[in-house]
């Protein structure tokens, strides 16, 4: 039986809604009345239903399709003006014991070189991260209670925040573990993580249950109620994703959406990220294996449909993606891009990118500097702002300021002090060029007169060596 509200996996993921929802989406993929009436309401920002949004997916009329495209890049607009928050992936450790068969670090490959950093080594790669310019980290680890205990992860988070080196400093750690316990969860947020992210994979529980043939994460429920464990933690902010090409998009993108509407309905609360990765080939896995890839058309209409459907959710993409695919993922709503990006086990230390212990092969394979400088050409503004949680702006409390327009007083203002910080610190001459003269422009683009002034003085006081303004 289907209940949103219900905290059951299998109630609010239920297979029989999400078979009725792709076959009521079938049917009236040709209604235009129904579909200009979704769009209408996507139009008012209070955003879709796994069933509305499922048919606007299933509708293929040129113009209607252009018409959601064009809402997206609004809706985008709206919520998020033109700042992309900037984020680099940190691996600790690439022991695992699960059997998951798309990912190479699965307990049976042996050929894989297996390593977990040492606090001596999280400092080094952190270093190296801080010398890039990065302010914000999203944390990866392999299922390991022996090798990677909580214990270990908590240490590592508290090295991380400790480093202080240059002008460098993680100011927000975000966590991408495998599903754990409440008590667990409350450890992660009393270490002061930011978002908790676990993908999904597969929504489809039989798939699910294949595709992850051993190990704990075997267990479908477990794995699906883990957002709901995690706010029962006190984790406000959490990040929800599945890996596309598991299985049919259309499946996952209903299966996600009601995901979504569960978190809202049963903690008041929706998911503060959704990340939308794709398999890639990577050292015993080849994507191919996989049917249910999807090209790059159809990845373009799941995050547009996306923006619409959770406008108030951000969005991310890795550098799993291709400079192009980001290019036009990025208007359509994306909010969040990785940069400089190792998915490798020690891999920022090294001078040339290694291989050997990489989770998937990285299409964008280009400097943090060469992404700043791409994003800025294109008028968007590279924010390495985090203060939002520390500040306490997480959960509902983010939500409603998000809801209600308010954010851009803040964020506006902070996404051009920390551009100015990486400009100042980090920059090639050629980025520092065409940032300042993008911060100068981007002032006035700030609503409120005295919210600009201040700003205006804080950038002034950036550039006399002050650092991390809030
Ligand atoms: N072990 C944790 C877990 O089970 O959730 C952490 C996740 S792992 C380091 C991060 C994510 O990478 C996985 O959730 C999966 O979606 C993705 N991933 C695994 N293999 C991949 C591949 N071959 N291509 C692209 N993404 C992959």
Not at 265 to 293: E, L, Y
């Amino acid at each position: 039986m289907y209940d949103p509200k219900s905290l059951k996996a299998e109630e609010f993921i239920s297979h029989e809604e999400i078979l009725e929802t792709l076959d009521y989406a079938e049917r009236n993929k040709d209604n235009v009345e129904l579909i200009d009436q979704i769009i209408e309401k996507a139009r008012s920002l209070k955003g879709l239903t796994h069933r509305e949004a499922s048919v606007l997916l299933a509708c293929d009329i040129p113009e209607k399709i252009k018409e959601l495209y064009d809402l997206a890049e609004q809706i985008k607009k709206d919520f998020y003006g033109n700042r992309i928050v900037m984020f680099a992936p940190l691996y600790l450790s690439n022991y695992c014991v699960n059997g998951c068969t798309y990912c190479p670090y699965h307990l049976k490959n042996k050929h894989i070189a297996r390593k977990k950093l040492t606090q001596e080594e999280v400092r080094k790669e952190v270093i190296a991260l801080q010398d890039m310019g990065h302010k914000r980290l999203a944390i990866e680890a392999g299922e390991d209670p022996v090798n990677n205990p909580i214990e270990y992860i908590l240490e590592c988070i508290d090295t991380i925040y400790s480093i202080k080196h240059k002008n460098g400093e993680i100011r927000r750690v975000n966590v991408n573990i495998a599903a754990t316990t409440v008590e667990n969860y409350r450890k992660l947020k009393d270490a002061g993580i930011g978002t908790y992210i676990l993908f999904q994979e597969t929504y489809h529980k039989e798939s699910y249950e294949e595709l992850h043939p051993t190990g704990p994460k075997h267990d479908y429920a477990y794995h699906t109620e883990a957002m709901d464990r995690a706010m029962d933690g006190g984790i406000d902010d959490v990040g929800l994703g599945v890996l596309f090409g598991l299985e049919r998009y259309k499946y996952e993108f209903a299966g996600l959406l009601m995901h979504a509407e569960h978190l809202e309905a049963a903690k008041g609360v929706g998911p503060h990220t959704i990340s939308v990765p794709r398999i890639k080939a990577a050292d015993d896995i080849d994507p191919s294996a996989f049917a249910n890839g999807i090209d790059d058309e159809i990845f373009a209409k799941l995050c547009a449909l996306i923006r619409v459907s959770v406008p108030y959710t951000g969005m991310i993409i890795s550098t799993r993606e291709s400079q192009a695919v980001r290019e036009k993922v990025l208007r359509l709503g994306v909010s969040q891009v990785s940069g400089g990006s190792r998915t490798s086990v020690g891999g920022y230390q090294e001078e040339e990118r290694p291989t050997d212990t990489e989770q998937f092969d990285v299409s964008d394979q280009r400097s943090l500097d060469e992404v700043v400088r791409w994003l800025m050409d294109m008028g968007y503004i590279p924010s390495f702002c985090t203060a939002c949680y520390r500040e306490g702006r997480t959960g509902d409390r983010f939500m409603k300021l998000l809801k209600s327009g308010q954010i851009h007083n803040c964020c506006q203002p902070n996404a051009l002090m920390t551009l100015k910080e990486y400009l100042m610190d980090y920059a090639s001459e050629e980025t520092h060029q065409v940032g300042q003269a993008l911060i100068e422009a981007e002032l006035d683009r700030i609503p409120k007169e005295k919210v600009r002034l201040i700003c205006e003085d804080h950038l002034k006081k950036i550039e006399e060596g002050i650092r991390d303004f809030r």
